[in-house]
């Protein structure tokens, strides 16, 4: 990546996940102010996980209730995780560069298995098995990326995933884990989530499952614009701009 090079005059030979020898990256100025956007996503979600753990206490031990505040919680910290002002902080407290990039994706998981389990529960279909074996692919997942994390450098602090994705090999197996991963949680929930539309006793309810179904649909289209990224950089050739664009 070209705004990510390196001056090898300065910094000698590459250092893995070294804080001293990276570029940091300055995001353009965007209308939206990301921070607030962020930071405002995390405390929805994080409040809604806290009235859930403290506020029906009674339902504490009902798995369905579970998965809320666990999948809320999860949301909420990689909402938080993935605010500019608070990622570059981290950062830079643990020099270790985008470690929040990590983290962040493995709350992401973690959420999205919760949301898997939720439905099924909802659904009626909440075996140990079904809930066992999609809770063993995200744990999977989740532990290649910190494999792969710590084999591939991250030598540009930024939350860009454009700069981010470098075409190494480490670096395409690990975008590659994360939206696999995140493509067949999605789908799974579009799914379950339509059938449970349909047996909703309630139009209300119906009505809010078949929106969750649709918002599924928009985040597996946001996800194959990186996968996109992932297979020209496989292919040896530049994104178009038009992804630029989209993304």
């Known amino acids: 990546c070209r705004r990510g090079r390196r001056d090898s ?7 893995h ?3 001293s020898c990276f570029v940091e990256h300055t995001p353009p100025v965007s209308a939206i102010p990301v921070d607030a956007a962020m930071a405002t996503a995390a405390g929805i979600t994080g409040i809604g996980s806290a009235y859930k753990a403290l506020g029906l206490r009674g339902e504490r031990r009902d798995p369905a209730t579970h998965a809320v505040v666990l999948g809320l919680a999860g949301l909420a910290a ?27 994706h493995g709350f992401v998981l973690a959420a999205g298995w919760n949301g ?8 009626g279909r909440a075996t140990p098995r079904r809930v066992r074996w999609r809770g063993v692919v995200a744990a999977s997942a989740i532990v290649g990326l910190v494999v792969f994390f710590a084999l591939a450098p991250r030598l540009v602090e930024t939350t860009d995933f ?9 670096d395409t197996c690990y975008w590659m884990a994360l939206v696999g991963c995140v493509m067949f949680q999605l ?11 349909r047996l909703a006793p309630k139009e209300w309810v119906g009505l809010g499952l078949g929106i969750v179904t649709v918002g599924c649909g928009v985040g ?19 994104p178009p701009q038009v992804l630029d664009a989209v993304g």
């Open 9 to 15: 005059a300065d910094c000698g030979p590459p250092a």
């Open 17 to 19: 996940h070294a804080r």
């Open 78 to 104: 990689s909402s938080l995780l993935f605010t500019p002002s608070f990622y570059r902080f981290i950062d830079g407290r643990l020099r270790v560069t985008n470690l929040c990039e990590l983290l962040g």
């Open 116 to 123: 898997q389990r939720l439905l099924l529960h909802l659904t």
């Open 162 to 170: 454009t700069i981010l994705i470098s075409g190494q090999w480490a």
């Open 187 to 197: 789908g799974d929930i579009a799914r379950l989530a339509w059938r449970c539309a």
């Open 220 to 238: 597996i289209a946001a996800f194959a614009d990186p996968l996109s990224y992932v297979v020209f950089r496989l292919a040896g050739s530049s």
